[in-house]
């Protein structure tokens, strides 16, 4: 793949969007090999967090790109939107926790990558925006729908309508990044996080994510249901016996087996 790069670090395995000569902006070439990509470590039942960057220190994913993007008739903005949309789904239903590891400019399809993630850790000089209606169109990798729903319709619609861009403090203030960080401590603390996350039981943890990605799409009562079912799903896992075993018997370091 010309520009992505995938590495594995113990369970831990990070995805760099390479491209750094166009602030890693998201052509259909980008999109293709991410796609691919994440279905490589979706593969490997032996990464249990995935963490998603940008190449270089001034860029996460400068969104969408405009050189692409300027020609395209109706119909092929739709396939571009689609596909789009479809990659970030993956990122956001993918099968362990993903943690963007944002590192300078997150605007547009960049936002909307990290807003497809389960966690965002920012480096201080990030920077967060939704700039479409600037270039007379709309966010279309999701932005319209994730931003809302992560911070609230007034600050996503402020934000979306006005075009500015936000620091990451601001983005943590509104609670769009879990937490800022130095620049140099961006990739330390994410991946430390990343292998925290991997330490437990891999199966269990993926039940999680399901229980709450889904039940925020539904009613309480419904929400209830569906972790009653992760919840009792768990106990035909080995690692359920195994995590509670090691609790009774006082073992420290566990070793899950992703059982
Ligand atoms: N698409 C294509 N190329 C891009 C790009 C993008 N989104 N962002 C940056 N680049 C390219 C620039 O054209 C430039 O290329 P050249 O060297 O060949 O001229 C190179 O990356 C470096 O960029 P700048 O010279 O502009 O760097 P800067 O430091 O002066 O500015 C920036 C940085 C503020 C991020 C500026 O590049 C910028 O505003 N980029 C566009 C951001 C944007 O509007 N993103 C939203 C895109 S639309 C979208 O994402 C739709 C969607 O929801 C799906």
């Given at each position: 793949m010309e520009t992505i790069l995938i590495a594995k670090e113990g369970h831990v395995a990070t995805i760099t969007i390479n491209r750094p000569k166009a602030l890693n902006a998201l052509s259909t070439q980008v999109l293709t090999e991410l796609n691919a990509a994440l279905d490589e470590?979706?593969?490997?039942?032996d990464v249990y967090a995935l963490v998603i960057t940008g190449a270089g220190e001034k860029s996460f994913v400068a969104g969408a790109d405009i050189a692409e993007m300027k020609d395209k008739s109706v119909e092929e903005a739709a396939v571009y939107g689609k596909f789009?949309?479809?990659v970030f789904r993956k990122i956001e239903t993918f099968r362990c926790p993903v943690i963007a590891a944002v590192n300078g400019f997150a605007l547009g399809g960049g936002c909307e990558l990290a807003m497809s993630c389960d966690i965002r850790i920012a480096a201080e000089n990030a920077v967060f925006g939704q700039p479409e209606v600037g270039l007379g169109i709309t966010p279309g990798f999701g932005g319209t729908q994730r931003l809302a729903r992560l911070v609230g319709a007034g600050i996503a619609k402020e934000m979306i309508y006005t075009a500015r861009?936000?620091?990451?403090d601001r983005a943590?203030?509104?609670g769009l990044v879990n937490k800022v960080v130095a620049a140099e401590e961006?990739?330390?603390t994410v991946m430390k996080m990343a292998a925290g996350i991997?330490?437990?039981?891999?199966i269990a943890v993926a039940y999680a994510k399901k229980a709450i990605n889904n039940g925020l799409q539904t009613d309480i009562d419904n929400g209830i249901a569906i972790e009653v079912e992760e919840f009792s799903n768990c106990f035909a896992t080995e690692d359920q016996t195994y995590g509670m075993t090691c609790?009774?018997?006082k073992v420290r370091e566990k070793q899950f087996s992703n059982k």
């Open positions: 470590v979706a593969a490997d039942q789009g949309n479809e861009n936000i620091k990451a943590a203030e509104i961006l990739m330390p991997a330490k437990n039981a891999p609790f009774l018997e």
